[in-house]
T-cell receptor, first 109, second 114 residues
């Protein structure tokens, strides 16, 4: 099945810093989503982005489907951005929705 | 409108007991998914419903796990003869239609088997 990798596994930032999280996947995809899992465990939808670029406030994402990767950009980070960021994909052949291992982000005041 | 809801939020049960976990999807969403998340890991797919039927149950770990969606809305995940290894957070998600639509997740049920 499709494999999903995320980097870095852990990231510590000072408040106000910018960061880039990466998601690599092993096959072409129909669906790609970025989620933020907050400290209470809730998965919050950030982007539905199987291709192209989207922006929402301080967050933006780019997926280059032909090169099989997606990037999540966080600008001017805040302590409330802390948590785990997951990339999840569905392959072209009707495969299950597969999650990456996540990037754990800690933003320090 | 209301999001995906799951009940109970926490469930503690003894090894060997039977449990049921409930998921109420977003109104109008025909696709419903169950995932399991162990500590420190990403969610893992269990089963996917399109309407009333299980379109893909390949993620169910063994025959102690079963899920139903009799009217195409609410779903129940059933676990028989629970084992300590079943302890995890069970997440439900729904989407407007099939797998190529955005999925929205509920808050999860934390299951602890003692």
């Amino acid at each position: 099945g499709i494999q999903v990798e995320q980097s870095p596994p852990d990231l510590i930032l000072q408040e106000g810093a910018n960061s880039t999280l990466r998601c690599n996947f092993s096959d072409s995809v129909n669906n790609l989503q970025w989620f933020h899992q907050n400290p209470w465990g809730q998965l919050i939808n950030l982007f539905y982005i199987p291709s192209g670029t989207k922006q929402n406030g301080r967050l933006s994402a780019t997926t280059v489907a032909t090169e099989r990767y997606s990037l999540l950009y966080i600008s001017s980070s805040q302590t409330t951005d802390s948590g785990v960021y997951f990339c999840a994909v569905e392959g072209d052949y009707g495969q299950n929705f597969v999650f990456g291992p996540g990037t754990r982000l800690s933003v320090l005041p | 409108g209301a999001g995906v809801s799951q009940t109970p939020s926490n469930k503690v049960t003894e090894k060997g007991k039977y449990v049921e976990l409930r998921c109420d999807p977003i109104s109008g969403h025909t696709a419903l998914y169950w995932y399991r998340q162990s500590l420190g890991q990403g969610p893992e797919f269990l089963i996917y419903f399109q309407g009333t039927g299980a379109a893909d149950d390949s993620g169910l770990p063994n025959d102690r796990f079963f899920a139903v969606r009799p009217e195409g809305s609410v779903s129940t995940l059933k676990i028989q003869r629970t084992e300590r290894g079943d302890s995890a957070v069970y997440l439900c998600a729904s989407s407007l239609d099939n797998l190529s639509y955005e999925q929205y997740f509920g808050p999860g049920t934390r299951l602890t088997v003692t």
